[in-house]
């Protein structure tokens, strides 16, 4: 596999990494119990770990800038820098597109699974909104 280098900016970085880790934090809270949300955000982070072409921009630039506020306000800047993360890799990344996509819906399957059971109604409603968003229900 030949690995494309994309350059980004440190704006679009951050929301690349804000839109991947925030998806991954609204399924991993959808439920109460923080051990479990530990488990769920391992889980996703190592979904990230399988993106090559994304795992430098994911891994870069220390912590995400993660949404503060209401569960609804953190949903809808989750939502919205997935929406912008779209755009960020069809005008700068159109290959890494897809797998953008494919590791954020892979990544929040894996956290609902993680903590076992499988995914709560709470948990499935986020990851439907999260798939809406990136196009992939």
């Known amino acids: 596999m030949v690995l494309m280098t994309t350059t980004y900016t440190d704006e679009e970085r951050q929301t690349l990494r804000t839109a991947a880790f925030g998806a991954v934090y609204l399924v991993a809270s959808a439920e109460p119990g ?12 190592r979904a990230f770990a399988k993106a090559p072409e994304l795992r430098d921009v994911l ?15 953190v949903e809808r800047d989750v939502m919205t820098a997935l929406s912008q993360s779209q755009q960020i890799l069809q005008a700068k990344g159109p290959e890494q ?3 953008f ?4 819906t892979e990544a929040v399957d894996e956290v609902a699974s993680a ?5 709560s109604p709470n948990e499935q409603e986020a990851i439907s909104k ?8």
């Open 34 to 45: 923080f051990l479990d949300m530990v488990k769920e955000s391992f889980a996703g982070s």
């Open 59 to 73: 891994r870069s630039g220390g912590l995400p800038k993660m949404p503060m506020g209401s569960r609804p306000e």
């Open 130 to 137: 999260i798939k809406a968003a990136l196009g992939t229900t």
């Open 115 to 119: 903590a076992g059971g499988g995914a």
């Open 101 to 104: 996509r494919t590791a954020v």
């Open 97 to 99: 597109l897809q797998e």
